[in-house]
């Protein structure tokens, strides 16, 4: 399935969390990843992230889609995203 | 359509993108909008945030999606979003 993961966690777990993030998905913008990911996998990242966010004081958004097709994307201005990217 | 929203601008425009957008979605996370809009206040949107936004520096994706069906949302931790949110 397709994911795009969104968060805003404290400062102290930036880096943890895109670094978990980034093992199983794509970085696109500052705090936006997204990519293809199977369901143990994503099971997986999600048990991975609830041990490093504090769930009183961080937010975390999976959307997920059972196709692609559906969903167009545009970016205006800069691609911030790491090189990880593949458009 | 169904759209979601991400940016990540310069703090002095932030107020302004995140007003402009809260006029056409809904604010769910820190630098998160998404909800319904037609062809047209999409167009809008979009030139209104072409006229606040810096190419070179900032950054907004728009996800789109002609329907909804396809797309779950999962929340962790908080729900930090405005109060415009409607689940």
Chains 1, 2 share one sequence.
């Not at 670094?19 to 143990?40: F, M, P, T």
């Not at 769930?55 to 059972?66: E, G, H, M, N």
Request: positive net charge; contains cysteine; proline residues 1%.
């Amino acid at each position: 399935m397709y994911v795009i993961l969104v968060y805003d966690v404290g400062e102290k777990r930036v880096t943890r969390v895109l670094k978990r993030c980034r093992k199983y998905l794509n970085w696109v913008q500052n705090s936006v990843l997204e990519g293809d990911i199977g369901d143990a996998g994503l099971k997986k990242l999600k048990m991975e992230l609830e041990e490093i966010i504090d769930p009183d004081a961080d937010s975390v958004i999976i959307y997920t889609s059972r196709t692609t097709r559906y969903t167009d994307r545009e970016i205006m201005g800069l691609r911030k995203g790491g090189q990880d990217l593949i458009i």
